[in-house]
């Protein structure tokens, strides 16, 4: 390389430090002049340097770099005590000690070191081909994202359900039976995701494999149960409703194939969506709040990218049925009455199968079933206090007194 195009490199490398440390070292004007003009001298001496003694060029790096962080020392120093700022946070320090070094306080977090124009925030499910360029990968980006929890034995109702959505959809199975490359008898099975661990609800994938960050393209996820009816259900016609509507978190009218438990969810015949319905007497509280309002079953929830980032932070490792969840979804949007509702025109059919039930474990004489339906209950309470501790901290660590207040139960 030409000494005097490394040089220019150099002197390069060095303005662009100089914008670095212009964002890094705060916003305040007059203190960002002061940085400036150092940065600039320091600049300038480099310069003066490469100019003067080519020879000096492989060293000309370290010595400047050295005078850039001492003017940048003084710079913030003179501009009050010092001694103070200095020990200010461990952080800033790193940037007042060495420009050189990058250090992005807005990148996520742990990715601090790394320049912003590489940080892939976020992902999706998107498959890609292992060949060509990857800018041609995609022929089309799905927007949507439906996910069904499922074993094998329940694959013809799946396979119905997949048909309703269209393509601007990215199936998603999760398997619990263990069960995936059978699939492949369905054509769209080869195109979906499979995820396969056994045993597990949906719940706990949502938490492991739904992280806000990777679903972060889709703008509606679908977190659905195996075993709904969905003959007159079409997910496009569903979307354009919520999108109408501004709902955030909804789930489409249920058809009762028993004795449904909650009013909410039962499917109107006389209109597009319901955000709010008559309970048994006495069951609300107040008419905003469930099971009156703000409240959908988790059978078959729908979210909006920005509910779902709230939600899936709700979501608890170990309560792995989610029972209690579907009550405490309102936390998550505002006001929540208005943005979480039950789409009637696009409804389902609950047909009740107890597919997961059934995979429990009989213990002290009982049917599996009945052991995992104590341990939803048992979670539901825990649910239940944990949420409200967690409240009642949060408000403690205020210093408010939240008990004359209603609305949070
Ligand atoms: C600088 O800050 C230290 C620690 O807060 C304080 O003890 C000292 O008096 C301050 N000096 C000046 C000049 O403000
Ligand atoms: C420089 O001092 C100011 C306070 O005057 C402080 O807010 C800022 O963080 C300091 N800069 C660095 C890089 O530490
Ligand atoms: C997919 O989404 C696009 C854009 O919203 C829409 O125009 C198109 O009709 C959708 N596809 C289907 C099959 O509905
Ligand atoms: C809560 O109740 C206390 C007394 O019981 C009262 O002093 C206070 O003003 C109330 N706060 C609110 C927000 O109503």
């Not at 700022?85 to 007042?96: A, E, F, L, P």
Request: aromatic residues 12%; glycine residues 6%; proline residues 5%.
């Amino acid at each position: 390389m030409e000494p005097e195009t490394l040089y220019r490199k150099e002197s390069d490398m060095f303005s662009r430090k100089g914008n670095a440390a212009r964002s890094m070292l705060g916003k305040r004007p007059n203190e960002t002049r002061r940085v400036l003009v150092t940065v600039g001298v320091g600049i300038m001496f480099g310069f003066f340097i490469g100019v003067t003694f080519p020879s000096l060029q492989l060293t000309k790096l370290n010595v400047t770099s050295t005078l850039l962080h001492d003017f940048v020392i003084i710079g913030n120093r003179s501009t009050g005590n010092s001694t103070e700022k200095i020990r200010d946070s461990d952080n800033k320090n790193q940037v007042v000690k060495d420009v050189t070094k990058i250090w992005v306080p807005s990148n996520p977090k742990g990715a601090e070191r790394l320049p912003p124009g590489i940080v892939a925030a976020e992902s999706d499910y998107y498959l890609r081909r292992l060949w060509g360029t990857p800018s041609e990968d995609l022929t089309t980006k799905p927007k949507y994202l439906v996910t069904f929890t499922v074993g094998y034995d329940q694959r013809n109702n799946i396979d119905a359900a997949v048909k309703k959505f269209s393509d601007n959809f990215t199936i998603l199975l999760f398997h619990y039976d263990g069960r995936t490359t059978e699939w492949d008898e369905f054509e769209w099975s080869k195109q979906a995701i499979h995820i396969s661990a056994r045993k597990q609800t949906k719940w706990w994938y949502a938490k492991r494999f739904l992280h806000p960050d990777i679903v972060a393209p889709y703008d509606y996820v679908f977190i659905w149960d195996e075993d709904l009816g969905v003959e007159h259900f079409d997910a496009e016609e569903y979307i354009k409703l919520v999108r109408k509507h501004g709902l955030e978190i909804s789930q489409p009218g249920l058809e009762p194939s028993r004795t449904t438990t909650w009013q909410m969810t039962k499917r109107r015949n006389d209109r597009e969506v319901h955000k709010e319905t008559d309970e048994r007497p006495g069951w609300c509280s107040d008419p905003h709040l469930p099971p009156c309002a703000a409240f959908v079953e988790i059978m078959a929830p729908v979210f909006s990218r920005d509910a779902w980032r709230c939600v899936w932070h709700m979501i608890q490792n170990d309560l792995v049925h989610g029972w209690g969840l579907d009550l405490a979804l309102r936390r998550c949007v505002e006001p929540a009455h208005e943005k979480i509702g039950v789409v009637d025109a696009q409804w389902i059919v609950h047909q009740t199968v107890p597919s997961l039930g059934n995979q429990g474990q009989a213990e002290e004489g009982k049917a599996p079933w009945q052991g995992v339906r104590l341990r939803c209950r048992r979670e539901w309470t825990m649910f239940r206090n944990r949420i409200e501790n967690a409240e009642k901290l949060y408000y403690k660590s205020m210093g408010i007194d939240p008990s004359n207040f209603t609305g949070h139960t």
